[in-house]
């Protein structure tokens, strides 16, 4: 049983110098290899740089994408800005237009009853043209 210890313990040995010897490796590298390695280095720096190119280009693209979308922002705003003034233009012409049809309909009999002479016939016009002038001024 002694022996089979000793055998034991001899193998245990051995298993693990030759697994260290295993993890160690080896200095030696063949040519090819070695090659092979280098090309694989090479291709990762050119890569390495390739990448750092296009996230300068994303970061200058990113930029130039803010400054639009503000631009596009402000444009939106002078937009509402603008409508709501022609809103408000247009209610105001659309009441000026009542007011003046009202005060047309208004000078409109006087107009008529005036029409015996020949003098209040060329004085209507000039009436026309009166409220003609009150839109003018505004």
Do not use: H
């Not at 509402?80 to 003034?85: A, E, F, N, P, V």
């Amino acid at each position: 049983m002694t022996q089979t210890m000793m055998l034991r313990n001899l193998a245990a040995v051995a298993a693990i110098t030759i697994f260290s010897v295993g993890l160690s490796g080896c200095d030696y590298w063949p040519p090819a290899l070695q090659t092979q390695i280098e090309q694989l280095r090479s291709e990762l720096q050119s890569a390495t740089v390739e990448k750092i190119q296009l996230q300068n280009q994303l970061a200058s693209f990113t930029k130039i994408k803010d400054e639009l979308q503000t631009q596009v922002d402000d444009l939106s705003r002078a937009n509402r800005d603008k409508s709501s003034m022609i809103n408000s233009l247009q209610n105001s012409l659309a009441a000026a237009q009542e007011r003046l049809a009202k005060s047309g309909k208004v000078a409109t009999p006087k107009a008529g009853a005036v029409k015996p002479s020949a003098k209040a016939t060329q004085k209507a016009p000039v009436k026309k043209k009166a409220p003609a002038k009150a839109t003018g001024a505004r």
